[in-house]
């Protein structure tokens, strides 16, 4: 089960770099490109603060909304920019899991050993223990 939570785990991360090679902007420059005339961006997708978008020559960009900002949306609108909207992609859960998951896979495995240490018998670390018997002349 371990291997299985490590490659799932692995997988989320190899995806989540290398998923998109969109240019990353300044939300200042991203703004500049909005009020240029002609506007520079073509279309954006907002996903809370995500905003990833289209130019007008074609290359991607994505930039983080910094804060709230409501007049965004009049501006992008006036500029007759495409908007859409997404939901966040990533579950709340799973980012949870994969940031405490190291944490976990140590604590369970240094609780594994110390069980293991305790117990006696022919268990894994037990190889260290003597078998010897005392031989008594009758």
Known sequence: MALLLTAVLLYQ???HTSGSKDEEFAFSK??????REPSGVKEVTISDSDIRGKLANGSTFKTVLPMEYPELINILR???IIIKGEHPTQNPWLTALMSWA???FIIGF???FMRQMQSGGNKALSFGKSCAR???AH
């Open 78 to 80: 006036s500029k007759d």
């Open 30 to 35: 991203f703004l500049q490109e909005v009020q």
């Open 13 to 15: 991360v190899v995806q």
């Open 110 to 112: 240094w609780i594994f």
């Open 102 to 104: 190291p944490f976990i």
């Open 134 to 136: 005392l031989l008594t």
